[in-house]
């Protein structure tokens, strides 16, 4: 009866235009049968695989989707991103039949990193992968430490079967990893070419997880994650499963690589083949706002989901490597992106606003980034042309006419600043 009639609640909801349905039912269902998301998870035949983290969940879980499903098999997956309860009842909802059974053989949900605790006992999830952590939505969530101090005590409690897989290069999850008695499969990179100079201000974890002593690196990749060692206790990164050297990136930006590790090592422990995985990840697409692309009256223009200050500077990396010269950043701050926007002043934006070019700034907060340029060094002695434009929609035509044809328009946008820049470009609303 619970989904019967959430199934109809989706139907009517798409049926008139109000949305995507993604988390609406799973809410009315849970009320129904408070059970719902135990029950339908244990139909689930070869097994659930969760992922959590800061930054990755998306572009992860679809890589390893689509490896999956092109070995054949059948995959549930909550696509929207609603990676709350309400939103996994949902997923699950949508392979069922009206009479509550579920024919798939992996369930793959990106999973919010404050209600991972929450969620383990009921779906008992076969493989759990941890992408990074990194401090994300402060109004809501602790910082990092308390997360996985939580995550820790949930993921001890499940069985020895479990398959754990976190990053390597992050000192607490890594730390999380080595204290697990499930059997562990690390990920990581193995490039020291590819240190950055320094270390970024935007830093989380830089203090030994075991002892507190301040950590030794022998570089950073980006922000916090890269190769340490504990000069005081012996604590160090462990060994990565895969040897990152031997594995292709397709979509830009460094922190996808780790994505697509993340992926692969998943994909491994499920069985799946290197020769699939690697025809996978060449024919893979970037998720909606995750550097997709898009052609917009003759300019080029590439999304960069910009939604804390690691995932900032990564994305302020793609674009400073480049040789365009227009970007537009949005700011909002609506419940999704978080209601604090003071994590602005951890973003290196000294880099933008020293290449020079054009910055055009809009969102809710749009004089709060405006602000934040100003104190960026030297913005009055870089050839920089920066447009303040509250509204979005003027905001873009403003910024294309800017973009020159041969270059490309980067907008770097916050989460529900994602959807409508989307929404403006496509005519789209994505929810």
């Known amino acids: 009866m619970a989904i019967s009639i959430a199934k109809t609640v989706t139907l009517i909801v798409r049926s008139l235009g109000l949305g995507a349905a993604s988390v609406l039912p799973g809410s009315i269902a849970r009320r129904i049968e408070p059970r719902i998301l135990q029950r339908l998870s ?191 206790c012996g604590f160090s990164k462990s060994q990565p499963t895969l040897d990152s050297k031997e594995w292709e990136q397709v979509l830009i930006g460094l922190y996808n690589k780790y994505n697509t590790l993340a992926a692969a090592t998943a994909a491994q422990e499920l069985g799946i083949d290197t020769e699939t995985i690697k025809a996978t990840i060449p024919t893979f697409q970037a998720a909606f706002g995750r550097a997709e692309e898009l052609e917009v009256n003759g300019k080029r223009v590439r999304i960069l989901l910009s939604k804390n200050p690691v995932g900032t500077n990564e994305t302020i990396r793609v674009v400073t490597e480049s040789d365009d010269t227009t970007t537009l950043l949005v700011l909002n701050d609506r419940i999704q992106d978080g209601e604090d926007v003071s994590w602005i002043w951890d973003v290196d934006t000294e880099k933008l606003v020293a290449r020079g070019g054009t910055l055009v ?61 989307r929404e403006a470009l496509t005519g789209r609303k994505i929810r």
């Not at 909550?78 to 059974?101: I, Q």
């Not at 798939?104 to 006992?121: G, M, S, T």
């Not at 562990?184 to 490039?191: D, I, P, Y």
């Open 42 to 232: 244990q139909q689930v035949k070869g097994g659930i695989i969760l992922i959590a983290g800061t930054n990755g969940k998306t572009t992860t879980s679809l890589l390893l989707r689509e490896i999956l499903e092109r070995k054949g098999y059948r995959v549930a997956h909550n696509s929207t991103g609603a990676n709350l309860e309400n939103g996994l009842v949902t997923a699950f909802m949508e392979s069922a039949d009206l009479g509550g059974k579920l024919d798939v053989d992996y369930a793959i949900l990106e999973v919010d990193e404050n209600i991972v605790p929450k969620v383990l006992n009921p779906l008992q999830p076969r493989i759990i992968l941890c992408l990074n952590l990194f401090r994300d939505q402060l109004d809501r969530y602790g910082e990092v430490d308390s997360i996985s101090q939580r995550w820790t005590k949930a993921i001890s409690t499940l069985a020895p079967d479990t398959v754990v897989i976190p990053n390597a290069d992050d000192p607490t999850l890594c730390y999380l990893g080595q204290q697990l008695h499930q059997k562990v499969s690390f990920f990581g990179l193995t490039e020291p070419e590819r240190y950055l100079e320094a270390i970024p201000h935007a830093v989380d974890s830089i203090y030994c997880p075991r002892c507190g002593h301040s950590l030794d690196y022998q570089g950073v990749y980006l922000s916090h994650l890269g190769d340490f060692s504990c000069p005081s």
């Open 361 to 421: 700034v809009s969102g809710d907060r749009v004089y709060d980034m405006a602000l934040r340029l100003r104190y960026s060094e030297d913005i009055n002695q870089n050839n920089l042309n920066l447009i303040v434009e509250a509204n979005l929609r003027q905001a873009i035509t403003t910024a294309l006419k800017h973009t020159p044809d041969h270059q490309t328009l980067h907008i770097l946008p916050t989460y529900t600043a994602m959807l409508d820049v």
